[in-house]
């Protein structure tokens, strides 16, 4: 029978042909876990009186959620893992100066038809180059880490067809918020989707993993793209080596599918307080912004940058904007190509490698009757510090206008 992508991953990983809704035990080629839930992960371990791992060179460990330490007890829980990381020597640690987990596993260790869990929910990410990535919570990260297998639910495989070349402005997060508010957040439980991308180069890498990082929100159990000639040269530039390429069958069944006209859209938001309060910009215009935010593992990379410059090039924002690449060969490239120059200048404060704002962790919080504009991936009430601000979710191009204007703005209207 011809497989989807979905099917063809998890058969091979169960080693027997599956399909939807079978309950399998499946192997893990990547197990991976930040500094927040690590801390979770080896207590477990310890606890089972089980300090081993499967593969070390498939653990994947990075510090991001308490980098750098925004107080004593991050640091203790940090120093616990490195103590940890020494003692089984494991050489895929990436400490304060490297990126968040999910970006550092799209730009170094995720392959097509590979299945990937992590202690975060926002693995989905890794989906980006097709691979399985599913978030699991410490127990399960511990289990498959001592013994490199985990259990699943095959999930259904629901098509996305993406047509034609994005409008002006339009990236990888408004394709998730059109799917987002098309479908609602509950749609795609015990779905895998897979996206078939007409024109491959027309939508990069960095706009891939951002709608595959914004998977879970539709709670969706992975949100693959298709591995293509953009897979292949994206992996090849930033590792030196060209990827075998897992497909699916043609003729595979799906359960579903749907097509998105990527010159159609229009630039959205997703509006106080769900992710699915999805808006067309020019709704929600004019509201005052407190605080932008362009960063995060959703939209923390090159391009999201290169569109935060172009936006803010020799003008000054109006609004509190901090600017944070999800890594630091992204901040590296972003100063090669004179981005955070630009960015800085405009009056931006950037720095690398953390979670913090995303989450209401540290370096930006929220504060009570703020109104934020967030290219991160959640808003619920209290998600970015007080339970009185107001997140609005969207790329970098609304997030670099509103910046500049220090209101909502629809950057189709703001002069280059
Ligand atoms: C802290 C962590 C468990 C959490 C997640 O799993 O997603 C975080 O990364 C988030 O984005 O809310
Ligand atoms: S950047 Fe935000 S969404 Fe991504 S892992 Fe960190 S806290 Fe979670």
Request: some cysteine; aromatic content about 8%.
């Amino acid at each position: 029978m011809p497989q989807t992508l979905t099917e063809k991953i998890l058969s091979r990983a169960a080693g027997k042909d599956v399909s939807a809704g079978d309950v399998v035990e499946i192997k893990t080629d990547i197990v991976a876990f930040h500094d927040l839930t690590g801390y979770h992960v080896i207590e477990v371990m310890e606890k089972a009186g089980m300090e081993k791992v499967f593969d070390k060179n498939k653990i994947v460990i990075a510090f991001d959620h308490l980098a750098p330490p925004p107080d004593i007890r991050s640091a203790e829980i940090q120093g616990y893992i490195r103590k940890f990381v020494n003692k089984l020597n494991l050489p895929n640690f990436h400490d304060i100066n490297f990126g968040i987990l999910h970006e550092v596993l799209v730009e170094k260790y995720a392959l097509p038809g590979q299945v990937i869990v992590a202690a975060d929910s926002h693995t989905t990410t890794s989906g980006a180059v097709g691979a399985f990535a599913q978030g699991m919570g410490a127990s399960d990260i511990a289990a498959a880490a001592i013994t490199g297998k985990t259990w699943i639910v095959v999930p259904s495989s629901f098509k996305v067809e993406l047509k034609g070349t994005p409008a002006k402005w339009i990236t990888g997060k408004d394709v998730a918020l059109k799917l987002l508010g098309d479908f609602k957040a509950d749609y795609f439980n015990g779905m895998s989707i897979e996206v078939h991308v007409e024109n491959p180069s027309a939508y990069p890498m960095d706009y891939r993993a951002t709608t595959s990082n914004m998977g879970i929100e539709m709670n969706a159990d992975a949100l693959m793209f298709v591995p293509d000639s953009e897979t292949k040269n994206y992996i090849k530039t930033m590792r030196g080596y060209e990827p075998q390429l897992v497909t699916p069958d043609q003729g595979a069944k799906y359960s579903d599918e749907y097509t998105i006209e990527l010159n159609k859209l229009e630039p959205l938001v997703a509006a106080p307080y769900s992710v699915d309060n999805v808006k067309v910009v020019n709704e929600v215009e004019g509201t005052p912004v407190d605080q932008v935010y362009i960063g995060s593992c959703t939209n923390g990379r090159i391009s999201d940058f290169e569109i935060a410059a172009k936006i803010l090039k020799g003008k000054k924002v109006k609004a509190r904007c901090i600017a944070i690449p999800a890594s630091y060969e992204m901040f590296k490239k972003a100063m090669d190509l004179g981005y955070i120059e630009t960015l800085v200048n405009a009056g931006c404060i950037v720095t690398y490698g953390t979670c913090g704002p995303c989450l209401g962790g540290h370096f930006g919080v929220a504060g009570p009757g703020e109104t934020i504009v967030s290219t991160s991936s959640r808003n619920f009430r209290g998600r970015m510090g007080s339970n009185e601000s107001k997140v609005y979710l969207s790329g970098p191009a609304v997030a670099a206008a509103s910046a500049l204007n220090g209101k909502i703005t629809d950057p189709r209207g703001v002069e280059q």
